[in-house]
């Protein structure tokens, strides 16, 4: 039995009252702002957003380290990411996040492996400087195919003052103008991840972009058409399923920021004629720099199923000639043939399924268009690191009566998909086996839960196989002992 | 077009096709800014080395791919070994975001720890607030019956004070005064992971046994004829635990398990989430005191630990990950010794099994070379079982070993004429495992699963043990432990053994006269 959108509306309202009881009062105040129901017509979610995560609560946010090494800076293959402090946030990043790449690993690319200036006691008491330029030695010894270093600041580099910067500076000067980029990405920085990529794309402008002489000429031959891809990980090879399309339809890639990308590509991107973003949170600082300072117009784009991926293909050849905007009809055409097959395919089994997501970036929106076009329905979505900028974008994706909550506590959620029972929750490894014990299909929407790619056309056949493969999986009917 | 709705291709297959492979062609040409193939070349050749060696064993600044994680993740492992416990971490809050997902991706369990939150303003007034409010939140929602504190390193550079910090909370009436909160200083900066383990379970324990941080009386030691048992950081904590309560079953022993995390990351698929089951009882962590004895499995994990088990008038043992026969041997009339048990003719024919196995297969491992790394335990362990089965372990590496761990290997292999040769290498990281795997090869890499990398880059075949495995599903469910566990640790080895020897003889008409259908 469905339920109009006032009764939703109500029991959304009944619901949140109701899992704010376990709060003090204080907290169940705080927490309260995060939570709401999408209104038809508002301006945002109705939910505040990108503040303080409350104590004791377990949030499933990141912290600063994580958005510049774990997501900007470290998919960039031909640099070495130094982890600057003690062992462990280096550790548990390492190679985490699958951001493929095509390289020589520990000769020219660096990406899977996990550098660090493992901090003890002394460091912390003496400061690590010295340390750090020693280590810049040492990678120019053992990896002297390196194209450049970053310094990810852990916590205590903040704290006890080390200059990052002189050193970075000095030793860029020794080695002939080497790329070496401080970044001051320590986790107790910001609220959540978010922080940490705006400081990775500020430093990328002064460390990268500021550092280049502006009459250099485009190490190519530019032309009309050349484009970045901003803000795409290239998580199971998503970037790579997304840039052939885009040089299907006619246009020329000449950067990808960051998943297999290189300090060259980096460089060559004031050349390109248009940025195409898709990770807005992580990159829209860098894009609009580069919009303000080199005049390059930038254009958001959503490549998740064959709806979305038709309209942005046509948005971003609306920024060119005849040439590309006939390029991307052809581009649609070709690939219907696949994506009504696929659809055939897997709708009948998906068809009405309720889904709820929780993720970071741009998934809690971005998905919900490869969801409907299985026939399934976003009942309920958030962002662990979301500011009010994407809230405002997700308007254009949920329908009236969506559940939101900002920030999600792990017991909130549990209460909340305790309450709605979707066919599927969608959100991270934290989450993943809290849900399955409880008898939900989940699937992981960080890491594609191994599988993936998911972007564009070819990615969405994945997209849709594996959404069948978990609601359908055989096992859920087993959960339940017979004899109980 | 590569894909295809009838057969999905993904990531595997997908970008092996020729528009792909051309396009990756054409990016590398035209915008990386790559290094020329022969260059690539020429330096992979060269870090394979000797001389590449002699600089990558000089580098005393940089650590690259180490073996050890930090000493908050152990502090995490202790917690959740008890009855209804929150592990609480003090401290920024992305650090528990990791150590979540780590042990979530070794396990395949939920994994459940909070954080106090701390961020610029408590790195600059101190985290008492983030303390008082994130214990009263966590009680209240989680409704634990303990919640046990540690730090990360942000917490400890600007000197918060876990015992203020916790009486002050109480105060505040964040938590009742007699709710147990037991806590440990974990700067990451110093030690490992098992330094954590070591000192949140001291933590643990002290909190009981030395009257809650002066709040109740010092309790009176009545000894009594149980043994305390303590895993140490473990991998294999599910199938492990497991075993050695069937072991002191049979026995007959009289045990407390000391952290005993075999069921909250083992919890079953029935529709229900149990955030906590299972795990040591907080009355039995406090009657611990007046154990006979403390056995830990793992000396290098519980150093404080036991010493403070002995400054309580405990006799105490320690184990290094005992794997296999004289290990199991040494383990079992250890605890016999302690409590006056008999070992039972049940033990004594598991042990015959093992025997008959390992005298079934040892030809197939007998002078084959290993390199084995990972914790100084597990490291001595698998050794001293390498060293039974008639192997040589050449190259035993422990990024978190010291010089002491360095020389008790030593005398192993001097104790035995299959570690002729052999090294043990203290504070070195996988990159210089990588050289020595080039300079010095051997046969078979056992590990991690990072060293899967190195398997790629050396071609030396890789046997996961250790922590974390990843990449391959619920080994952790078996034991390594007992004779029962060395079994597995063998048929583990065999396998790889068995496995190369085929990929090695497969090749029709050329190399299968050896494919043998019997090994």
């Not at chain 1, 002064?206 to 280049?212: A, G, H, I, T």
């Not at chain 1, 009809?329 to 659809?343: D, G, T």
Request: overall charge negative; glycine content about 10%.
């Amino acid at each position: 039995m469905s339920l109009t959108v006032e009764q939703t509306k109500e029991r959304n309202k009944a619901l949140i009252d109701e899992v704010l009881e376990v709060y003090p009062d204080k907290t169940a105040k705080r927490r309260g702002k995060h939570l709401g129901t999408f209104e038809e017509g508002k301006s945002d979610c109705g939910v505040k957003s990108n503040v303080k995560s409350v104590p004791g609560v377990m949030t499933i946010r990141g912290c600063a380290y994580a958005g510049s090494k774990g997501v900007v800076w470290g998919p960039i293959k031909d640099m070495i990411h130094i982890s600057h402090g003690p062992v462990g946030c280096g550790q548990y990043s390492w190679a985490a996040r699958r951001n493929y790449y095509i390289g020589t690993t520990g000769v020219d690319t660096f990406v899977t492996m996990q550098f660090t200036s493992d901090f003890q006691e002394k460091d912390i008491v003496f400061g690590g400087d010295k340390k750090l330029a020693k280590i810049i030695d040492e990678i120019e010894v053992l990896f002297p195919l390196n194209h450049g270093i970053t310094v990810q600041s852990e916590c205590p580099i903040g704290l006890i003052g080390d200059d990052i910067e002189a050193v970075s500076k000095a030793k860029s000067k020794e080695y002939e103008g080497k790329t070496i980029v401080p970044v001051r990405c320590e986790g107790f920085r910001g609220v959540s991840q978010s922080l940490g990529h705006h400081i990775a794309n500020d430093s990328i402008r002064d460390w990268v972009f500021d550092k280049l002489d502006p009459d250099r000429p485009a190490p190519f031959e530019s032309t009309p058409y050349d484009v970045a891809i901003i803000g795409d990980y290239n998580i199971g090879g998503d970037a790579w399923s997304s840039r052939i399309l885009l040089e299907e339809m006619g246009l020329r890639v000449v950067a990808q920021w960051s998943g297999d990308g290189s300090i060259a590509e980096l460089e060559n991107t004031p050349k390109a004629k248009l940025n195409v973003l898709h990770c807005y949170r992580s990159m829209n600082y860098i894009s609009r720099h580069m919009e303000e300072k080199y005049g390059i117009p930038w254009v958001e784009y959503n490549f998740f199923g064959p709806t979305k991926i038709a309209e942005s293909l046509r948005e971003i050849a609306g920024h060119f000639d005849d040439k590309i905007k006939e390029g991307a009809e052809r581009v649609i055409a070709k690939y219907q043939p696949l994506m009504q097959a696929v659809i055939d395919k897997y709708r009948p089994r998906l068809e009405g399924k309720k889904v709820m997501l929780f993720v970071g970036g741009l998934r809690p929106r971005h998905v919900i268009g490869a969801y409907e076009d299985l026939g399934m329905e976003v009942i309920g979505t958030g962002y662990e690191f979301g500011h009010n900028d994407d809230y405002q974008r997700t308007t254009h994706y949920v329908k009236d009566g969506t559940l939101i909550y900002d920030d999600v506590t792990g017991y909130e959620f549990e209460k909340f998909v305790e309450a709605l029972e979707p066919d599927l929750v969608a959100s991270g490894i934290k989450e993943k086996y809290v849900f399955q014990k409880m008898g939900y299909p989940f699937r992981q929407m960080h890491s594609w839960d191994y599988s993936g790619p998911y972007h564009g056309y070819d990615g969405f056949a994945i997209f849709a196989r594996d959404m069948d493969m978990a609601i359908n999986s055989p096992v859920w009917a087993l959960t339940k002992t017979p004899w109980k | 077009m590569s894909q295809n709705a009838d057969n999905v291709v993904d990531h595997f297959n997908l970008f092996r096709s020729p528009e792909y492979v051309d396009m990756f062609k054409t990016k590398k040409e035209n915008f990386e800014n790559a290094e020329p193939t022969d260059r690539v070349e020429e330096i992979r050749e060269w870090t394979k080395t000797w001389d590449y060696r002699e600089k990558n064993f000089a580098r005393d600044s940089l650590t690259v791919n180490p073996a050890k994680a930090c000493q908050p993740l152990g502090a995490v492992f202790v917690a959740v070994g008890f009855e209804s416990t929150l592990p609480f971490v003090h401290g920024s809050q992305g650090c528990v975001a990791y150590y979540r997902s780590h042990f979530s991706r070794h396990f395949k369990e939920p994994s459940s720890c909070v954080s106090s939150s701390m961020t610029e303003d408590a790195a600059v007034f101190g985290g008492l607030n983030n303390m008082i409010d994130g214990l009263a939140n966590a009680y209240s929602m989680y409704k634990p019956k303990m919640i046990a504190v540690s730090t990360t390193c942000m917490a400890e550079v600007i000197g918060d004070d876990l015992n203020a910090f916790i009486k002050n909370a109480k105060e505040k009436g964040s938590v009742p005064e007699e709710f147990d909160v037991p806590f440990a200083h974990t700067p990451a900066f110093v030690g490992s992971h098992i330094t954590g383990y070591d000192n949140a379970l001291l933590g643990v324990i002290k909190h009981f046994w030395d009257g809650k941080a002066g709040t109740v009386p010092v309790p009176e030691r009545v000894p009594n004829e149980k043994i305390n048992f303590v895993g140490g950081f473990d991998g294999y904590t599910v199938g492990n635990q497991r075993e050695i309560k069937r072991i002191f079953d049979l026995m007959g022993v009289e045990h407390t398990l000391l952290c005993d995390a075999s069921d909250v990351w083992d919890t079953p698929t029935d529709g229900e989430f149990r955030m906590y089951d299972g795990g040591t009882t907080l009355e039995d962590a406090a009657a611990a005191l007046n154990a006979k004895a403390t056995v830990s499995m793992q000396e290098y994990c519980t150093s404080k630990t036991l010493e403070f088990c002995a400054s309580k008038g405990q006799e105490v043992l320690a184990f290094n990950h005992p794997v296999g026969v004289a290990g199991t041997d040494q383990f079992l009339m250890g605890i016999s010794k302690l409590t006056g048990k008999e070992i039972p003719e049940a033990l004594a024919k598991e042990r015959g099994r093992l025997v008959d196995a390992i005298a079934d297969s040892s030809a197939h491992i007998h002078g084959k070379k290993f390199a084995i790394y990972g914790d100084p335990d597990l490291c001595y362990g698998l050794a001293a079982f390498l060293l039974e089965l008639g192997a040589e372990p050449t190259h035993v590496l422990a990024t978190n070993g010291g010089k002491d761990w360095a020389e008790k290997m030593q005398a192993l292999f001097d104790s035995s004429p299959f570690g002729k040769g052999c090294h043990a290498y203290a504070g070195k990281d996988l990159w210089h495992m990588r050289s020595l795997l080039f300079t010095e090869p051997v046969d078979f890499l056992i590990g991690n699963t990072y060293g899967k990398y190195l398997e790629r880059d050396t071609g030396t075949p890789l046997i996961r043990i250790g922590f974390p495995v990843f990449d391959r599903h619920h080994h952790h469910r078996y034991p390594v432990w007992g004779y029962q566990g060395a079994m597995n640790v063998l048929v583990w080895i065999l396998d790889k053994i068995f496995d190369e020897i085929d990929k090695n003889t497969i090749v029709p008409a050329k190399t299968d006269y050896s494919f043998d259908i019997i090994r």
